[in-house]
């Protein structure tokens, strides 16, 4: 049985921002405080980092800085997953700089080609993110994103590399289309996580065999907690952006422990669960040895 003090946390999907942030490394000395020892780290858009260039080389540049990062809050300690990929926001901002759309689509693709090698290679562990807008958009502009995530999820399974997607928030169909494509894909579903994945997203996911990381918002979950297959299975995150302007959004890594003690506290989680989650789910999902 696990006891409280023995308990260890980890964070399934946080970006860092070395330029205008905390930094990994002061992100991860903040966490590992508060008993972290794993973080999946991934990368930003090329103009979070003051890269003004949006084009390949720009994205090369940020793919390297985050690269660094990763590095980075390996050396304070923390066992990190290093992603990076082409967010499907991305298509929308590039396309409304005055790209043309064609432009964007092979764009992404590249981007997706250079990092498959990357994870190939073993320099880094996974690509992410990419995936589907969760916002209204135009249909071309959709369909770019879907193309750039098709390909990816291609390169993910013939490298033997990890995935991050953002998907909408739609129930149940968004775990039902998605499954659509990962079967003719071929790819194996452990290797594919759905982010900051609300509860009965979740649910659909892990009982088709996807990893999934759920919020680390207090009322999130304590819904979460009390599904017991989810909380069997999921992992948590903070999503947090590391930008000084939005402070804490989604959330702080070490506020997000907080809320998982509060929990206990309240008799919502056992430590058990807990254990399960920030341990044994992290250690199988991405691969890693459990270290502190």
């Given at each position: 049985?696990?006891?409280?003090e023995?308990?260890?946390?980890?964070?399934?999907h946080v970006?860092?921002?070395p330029?205008?942030?905390?930094?990994?490394?002061?992100?991860?000395?903040r966490?590992?405080r508060k008993?972290?020892w794993f973080i999946?780290?991934v990368?930003l858009?090329?103009?979070?980092?003051?890269?003004?260039e949006?084009?390949?080389?720009?994205?090369v540049k940020?793919?390297?800085?985050?690269?660094?990062?990763?590095?980075t809050?390996?050396?304070q300690?923390?066992?990190v997953?290093?992603?990076?990929?082409?967010?499907?926001?991305?298509?929308?901002?590039?396309?409304?700089?005055?790209k043309?759309?064609?432009?964007v689509?092979?764009?992404?693709?590249?981007v997706?080609?250079?990092?498959?090698?990357?994870c190939r290679d073993?320099i880094i562990?996974?690509?992410?993110?990419?995936?589907?807008?969760?916002y209204?958009?135009s249909?071309d502009?959709?369909?770019?994103?879907?193309?750039?995530?098709?390909?990816?999820?291609e390169?993910?399974?013939?490298?033997?590399?990890?995935v991050?997607?953002?998907?909408?928030n739609?129930g149940?169909?968004?775990?039902?289309?998605l499954?659509?494509?990962?079967?003719?894909?071929g790819?194996?579903?452990?290797?594919?996580?759905?982010?900051?994945?609300?509860?009965?997203i979740?649910?659909?996911?892990?009982k088709?065999?996807?990893?999934v990381?759920?919020?680390?918002?207090?009322?999130?979950?304590?819904y979460a907690?009390?599904?017991k297959?989810?909380a069997e299975?999921?992992?948590?995150?903070?999503?947090?952006i590391d930008d000084?302007?939005?402070?804490c959004?989604?959330?702080?890594?070490?506020?997000?422990?907080?809320?998982?003690?509060?929990?206990v506290k309240?008799?919502v989680?056992d430590e058990?669960t807990?254990?399960?989650?920030n341990?044994?789910?992290?250690?199988?999902?991405?691969?890693?040895e459990?270290?502190?």
């Amino acid at each position: 049985m696990a006891r409280l003090e023995d308990l260890r946390f980890a964070d399934a999907h946080v970006h860092s921002n070395p330029v205008n942030g905390l930094g990994a490394a002061e992100i991860a000395k903040r966490f590992k405080r508060k008993g972290g020892w794993f973080i999946a780290l991934v990368g930003l858009s090329p103009w979070h980092y003051n890269i003004e260039e949006k084009n390949y080389n720009g994205y090369v540049k940020a793919i390297q800085l985050h690269i660094r990062e990763c590095r980075t809050a390996a050396t304070q300690g923390l066992q990190v997953a290093c992603f990076a990929g082409f967010h499907p926001a991305d298509v929308d901002k590039l396309v409304s700089a005055g790209k043309h759309p064609e432009e964007v689509f092979y764009l992404g693709l590249r981007v997706v080609e250079y990092v498959g090698k990357l994870c190939r290679d073993g320099i880094i562990d996974g690509i992410g993110e990419v995936g589907r807008q969760h916002y209204r958009t135009s249909p071309d502009r959709f369909a770019i994103a879907i193309s750039i995530m098709l390909r990816a999820l291609e390169i993910a399974r013939d490298n033997d590399c990890l995935v991050h997607l953002h998907l909408e928030n739609a129930g149940p169909v968004t775990v039902l289309t998605l499954d659509e494509v990962v079967e003719r894909i071929g790819i194996d579903r452990g290797k594919v996580f759905l982010h900051h994945a609300k509860p009965n997203i979740g649910l659909e996911a892990v009982k088709r065999g996807y990893q999934v990381t759920i919020p680390g918002h207090k009322e999130t979950l304590r819904y979460a907690f009390n599904v017991k297959e989810l909380a069997e299975n999921m992992l948590i995150e903070s999503d947090y952006i590391d930008d000084p302007r939005r402070p804490c959004v989604s959330s702080c890594p070490w506020d997000v422990v907080d809320r998982e003690l509060e929990l206990v506290k309240e008799g919502v989680v056992d430590e058990d669960t807990l254990y399960k989650i920030n341990i044994d789910n992290v250690v199988k999902a991405y691969g890693v040895e459990y270290k502190v």
